[in-house]
């Protein structure tokens, strides 16, 4: 009777104890799709409409290629918590115009990075073609490029940083940050600068909040930026297409 009794205990304990992970695993898979940051309309049309840019929504992610057809850089961009890829697309659509340079936006799992265990191949396998691979991204999709930092050939970081330690790699590093930004701040960065190489270029792009690395509004604890959309695109264009020319 006693054993009887306890068998009954431990199957009520573990059918508690798989409840609460049940709901737990309930609970994340809903607030992750819960307050998704939308991309802002005018601005993603602006993509759509521009004639030197291909999209393609494919299975790897968003893909926005040169329409000239030539392309030898890539880069692999990851998005920040819980914002809309196609966020990403305007800011990120003068390096493929101007520098043909082809960019496969991911779409995170459960829209956060650290939920996406994909490597790199299964990014870049929608450019074969492609022969020299950044990655990087924006806040959260930043820190999870450093962790795919070493299959690629060069890290673009946007208002992110390292918690992998890349300083002993001869990796190209560029890491932009916003000198209003309210999350990701030039000090947080500034703090984390020992884990990149000796000459990672870190470069405060003066006015820009968080939220102006992309497209989709203002981001709760963020600061108020000071530039503009327009003047924040043409500075990412020209600060991430040099980057990507040097690696040629």
């Known amino acids: 009777m006693q054993k009887r009794r306890g068998r009954r205990i431990v199957a009520w304990v573990l059918g508690g104890l798989a409840a609460v992970v049940l709901l737990g695993v309930i609970g994340v898979v809903i607030w992750s799709q819960v307050g998704v940051m939308q991309a802002e309309p005018e601005p993603l ?47 990120l659509q003068g390096i493929v115009a101007e520098d043909d340079v082809t960019v496969v936006i991911t779409r995170p799992w459960l829209n956060l990075a650290f939920f996406d265990l994909r490597g790199m ?14 990655v990087g991204g924006h806040s959260l999709g930043g820190v999870r490029g450093c962790q795919l930092a070493t299959d690629a050939d060069a890290l673009l970081l946007f208002a992110s940083y390292c918690s992998d330690d890349l300083a002993s790699t001869d ?19 500034a703090d984390a600068r020992h884990l990149l190489p000796a000459d990672a270029e870190l470069i405060e792009i003066e006015g820009a909040s968080h939220a102006s690395f992309g497209d989709y509004g203002p981001q ?10 327009e003047d924040m695109h043409a500075t990412v264009t020209d600060l991430t297409g040099r980057f990507a020319d040097s690696l040629d």
């Open 171 to 189: 990796l190209p590093v560029l890491s932009l940050a916003g000198s209003e930004d309210g999350l990701s701040t030039p000090q947080k960065i």
């Open 45 to 91: 049309a602006s993509v759509r409409e521009n004639p030197d840019v291909v999209i393609d929504d494919a299975d790897e992610g968003i893909v926005l290629s040169p329409a000239s057809g030539s392309s030898e850089i890539g880069l692999v961009f990851i998005p920040g918590a819980k914002v809309d890829p196609w966020a990403y697309a305007a800011i």
């Open 220 to 229: 709760p604890g963020d600061g108020t930026p000071t530039i503009s959309d």
């Open 121 to 134: 191949d299964a990014f870049t396998s929608a450019a074969p073609d492609v022969d020299t691979w950044i």
